[in-house]
């Protein structure tokens, strides 16, 4: 199912086919959470999620990616929307759209992971985990930045 979404000239889509790779992976490879990622990897995830494209007529200006089941969990992970066009609230509608387009799907629990976003995830409507102690992980090195 592809969702879209239009609010003035801007457009969010998930159809797999406007999303521009360049555009995603030069903003990924260059993001503290997943410096320096190889192409292919940004490819192969961007295969294996639900995408959200953020576009300005067809060009396009931001991304997230959602892995999810489709049926109860959903994670949120590399948001993103091109600094030139921050602060016009799309960063916002973004996340609106995602969590309506999960809800619809019967999603209960959607998360994800900042290191600096916790404000403005909370006036998203994101909390803090109801029972961090719950939560367990295993967390290994990514293997495309070790030192060679």
Known sequence: MIYEYHQGNFLISTDPDRLDIDTIHSFLAHSYWIQDVPKDLVAKSIEHSLNFGVFDQAQQIGYAN??????HFAYIQNVFVLEAYQGNGLGRWLMECIVAALQSQGIR???LVTKDAQ???KKCGFESLSNQ??????LTES??????
């Open 143 to 148: 293997p495309w930045s070790k030192s060679e």
């Open 119 to 121: 404000t403005f995830y």
């Open 66 to 71: 959602v892995v999810t089941d489709f049926t």
């Open 133 to 138: 102690d719950g939560w367990l992980e295993i």
């Open 109 to 111: 629990r959607i998360i």
